[in-house]
């Protein structure tokens, strides 16, 4: 099946059962036709996108079933919004072209543990007594992506930052999960920081790929980021050092993102004044 085809399957599929779809083969042509992208995924009326929001619980809430298991579902959405995101960038780039050939195994490798991470948390939900759609889904991480106009861009957004903080999330959460006693929650976001590491390796190695030997690579990244996009994303709750080394960064790139501040309130934590 064509890269390009799968990504259609999986943006303009209304199931689950399209958007967890992978074919035994997949294969890079150009493509017979061109599509935009939608303004939202499709998605069947119970896991559409939702206009009703549900605040996110705080962590010393977990131990209540029914604030984990909201937090949970909301991890699950990020997934499927992964899922959608990866799809998206076989229909907006050339990736049959010998330019990214060097990238297309690792692209569909992503895909394909998005489709995982998905799952995990899905299985989860129901192991709980609950089911992936029983609380609104956002559609947050979308719509940073509908704006992105260039592989670069991508890869500074998504890889570099969105993944970036979740290396910072999946740590913390895997920790307040313990806290309560679930190691089977606590086991998910081990495997997914895992794979996170090797999802910021593939943006870096991309944009590595880009610049001259004389530009730092955070500074390429942050001449990338769309002017409404602040490099503060790039972090969660606590910042983890050592799995943005083992993604390939370096000192420099680590400590520039780490000390990063400016008007963006959300990631003006208290820990890090």
């Not at 890079?28 to 939702?50: G, H, M, V, Y």
């Not at 004389?214 to 390429?220: P, T």
């Not at 409404?228 to 983890?240: C, E, L, N, T, Y």
């Not at 790139?253 to 008007?263: G, P, T, V």
């Amino acid at each position: 099946m064509n890269a390009h085809s799968w990504a259609e399957s999986i943006l303009f599929g209304e199931h689950i059962d399209d958007k967890i779809f992978c074919p035994n083969k997949i294969i890079f042509e150009k493509p017979t036709t061109e599509l935009s992208l939608p303004k939202n995924p499709a998605r069947d009326q119970n896991i559409n996108i939702s206009t009703k929001k549900i605040k996110f619980p705080k962590s010393s809430s977990f131990h209540e079933l029914e604030k984990k298991k909201i937090a949970l579902h909301a991890f699950a959405n990020h997934e499927l919004m992964a899922i959608e995101i990866f799809a998206a960038f076989f229909l907006l780039f050339p990736v049959h072209e010998e330019h990214f050939k060097p990238f297309q195994s690792q692209l569909v490798q992503t895909l394909k543990e998005e489709q995982k991470h998905f799952l995990l948390y899905k299985h989860r939900l129901e192991e709980l007594g609950s089911h992936f759609g029983d609380f609104p889904r956002n559609d947050f991480f979308w719509r940073l992506v509908l704006n992105i106009k260039t592989p670069r861009e991508f890869f500074s957004v998504v890889s570099l930052s969105l993944e970036a903080a979740n290396l910072d999330f999946a740590k913390y959460y895997a920790s307040v999960f313990r806290d309560v006693e679930d190691d089977k929650s606590a086991a998910i976001m081990d495997v997914i920081y895992n794979d996170e590491i090797k999802h910021v390796a593939l943006g870096r190695h991309y944009l590595e790929k880009q610049i001259n030997d004389d530009v730092h690579l955070w500074d390429f990244y942050c001449a990338e980021l769309p002017a409404s996009f602040s490099p503060a994303r790039a972090k969660g709750i606590v910042f983890d050092r050592d799995g943005r080394l083992k993604a390939g960064l370096d000192d420099k790139f680590i400590s520039a993102s780490e000390h990063y501040r400016d008007k963006f309130s959300v990631v003006n934590r208290k820990q890090w004044k």
